[in-house]
């Protein structure tokens, strides 16, 4: 009698175990695997946002150098880029933003092109001016139409300050605008849609 009751209790624990398994797997096809997804997501853009930082601050670097190897002639005054003469435009931004176009395939920007924006008087005079150069490729960033890349050229006191150049990429990441849900609340952002990359102030004195 005794061993028939041990019996029934252990066939009824098998139940139960049993009747476990199906919400057991139902919670790890629900919650961990979908976690697991967002953390292998997560490590592959941490990865390649990590390469773009690291590509920015070669492009700055290597345009930076560029544009200390240009004799920029005091004539060279002219607001149109394509403008090779000596009356044409700044040599040494120009060569800053050929740096930027050689290398747009690293920032995954083929069909890059690239303007100068006329900042005005106010950050100097052509040649000795602030020079900022940017993408006619934009994307709307919290309501603003942005370009993708923006070229900073500082060439107002070349002579005694050297130049500095900056460059600012407007990265896009893969889990576009990832967010947490919350209830009763604004969701939260785990990812941005946009990150912008910027280089550090790069300043190169002239080696001409």
Same mark, same amino acid.
């Given at each position: 009698?005794f061993?028939?009751l041990? @019996?029934? !209790?252990?066939?009824?624990? $098998?139940?139960?175990?049993? !009747?476990? $398994?199906?919400?057991?797997?139902l919670?790890?096809f %629900?919650?961990?695997?979908?976690? #697991?997804?967002?953390? #292998? @997501?997560?490590? !592959?853009?941490?990865?390649?946002?990590?390469?773009?930082? /690291?590509?920015?601050?070669?492009? =700055?670097?290597?345009?930076?150098?560029?544009?200390?190897?240009?004799? %920029?002639?005091?004539?060279?005054?002219?607001?149109?880029?394509?403008?090779?003469?000596? *009356?044409?435009?700044?040599?040494?931004?120009?060569? =800053?933003?050929?740096?930027?176009?050689?290398?747009?395939?690293?920032?995954?920007?083929?069909?890059?092109?690239?303007?100068? /924006?006329?900042?005005?008087?106010?950050?100097?005079a052509?040649? +000795?001016? #602030?020079?900022?150069?940017?993408?006619? &490729?934009?994307?709307?960033?919290?309501? %603003?139409?942005?370009?993708?890349? *923006? !070229?900073?050229?500082?060439y107002?006191?070349p002579?005694?300050?050297?130049?500095m150049? &900056?460059?600012? +990429?407007? +990265? $896009? *990441?893969l889990?576009?605008?990832?967010?947490?849900?919350?209830?009763?609340?604004?969701?939260?952002?785990?990812?941005? $849609?946009?990150?912008?990359?910027?280089?550090?102030?790069?300043?190169?004195? #002239?080696?001409?």
């Open positions: 009698m061993s028939g041990l @019996f029934r !209790l252990k066939n009824r624990k $098998r139940e139960k175990i049993n !009747l476990k $398994r199906p919400a057991q797997n919670v790890e %629900v919650f961990i695997i979908p976690l #697991l997804i967002a953390i #292998l @997501f997560g490590i !592959l853009e941490f990865a390649i946002f990590y390469r773009n930082v /690291n590509a920015v601050e070669d492009i =700055a670097t290597e345009a930076a150098v560029a544009a200390s190897r240009r004799l %920029v002639l005091d004539t060279m005054t002219s607001n149109n880029i394509a403008d090779t003469s000596n *009356t044409g435009f700044n040599k040494a931004a120009k060569a =800053a933003r050929d740096v930027v176009m050689k290398r747009r395939g690293t920032l995954g920007i083929p069909a890059l092109t690239l303007a100068y /924006n006329d900042l005005g008087a106010g950050f100097g052509r040649p +000795y001016a #602030l020079y900022e150069i940017v993408s006619t &490729q934009t994307r709307l960033i919290d309501g %603003v139409s942005t370009p993708i890349i *923006t !070229l900073v050229v500082d107002r006191t002579s005694e300050d050297g130049i150049v &900056q460059l600012i +990429y407007q +990265y $896009r *990441t889990l576009v605008g990832a967010q947490l849900p919350m209830l009763g609340s604004t969701p939260v952002t785990l990812i941005p $849609r946009d990150i912008p990359i910027s280089s550090t102030r790069i300043k190169q004195y #002239l080696i001409y």
